[in-house]
């Protein structure tokens, strides 16, 4: 499975990016995708997830502002970013796992997940 993703850039506080995240073998391998983020030296976070049912789950610090989706031909994954802060400047990488993994919170752990994109980055500065 090869995850690409793509629509990191560089914004000014308060404006809006689109990430986009292409899937291959969605169909038959993939249960649940996220999104995640890493700054330099810190751990990478769980951002969102949006599992096979449609349901999906936000980290505190982006519900509101951030929403995940997939496209109709549900191999791309979306995640608009709106009201950015520069807090949210970070390496984002998408991620999908082929089985249900537990709890929402399990979902948002980057451990939980088996296939990796290789990162966009976002900047707010």
């Known amino acids: 499975v090869q995850l690409v993703e793509s629509g990191g850039g560089s914004v000014q506080p308060g404006g809006s990016l689109r990430l986009s995240c292409v899937v291959s073998?969605?169909?038959?391998?993939?249960?649940?995708m996220g999104w995640f983020r890493q700054a330099p030296g810190k751990e990478r976070e769980g951002v969102a997830f949006?599992?096979?049912?449609?349901?999906?789950f936000y980290a505190e610090s982006v519900k509101g502002r951030f929403t995940i989706s997939q496209g109709n031909a549900e191999n791309t994954l979306y995640l608009q970013m709106n009201s950015l802060k520069s807090e949210d400047t970070c390496m984002y990488f998408c991620?999908?796992?082929?089985?249900?993994?537990?709890?929402?919170?399990?979902?948002?752990?980057?451990?939980?997940?088996?296939?990796w994109g290789q990162g966009t980055q976002v900047t707010v500065s």
């Open positions: 991620a999908a796992v082929e089985k249900d993994v537990g709890t929402k919170l399990l979902r948002l752990r980057p451990s939980s997940y088996t296939f």
């Open positions: 073998e969605y169909t038959y391998m993939s249960y649940c």
């Open positions: 949006i599992d096979s049912e449609g349901i999906t």
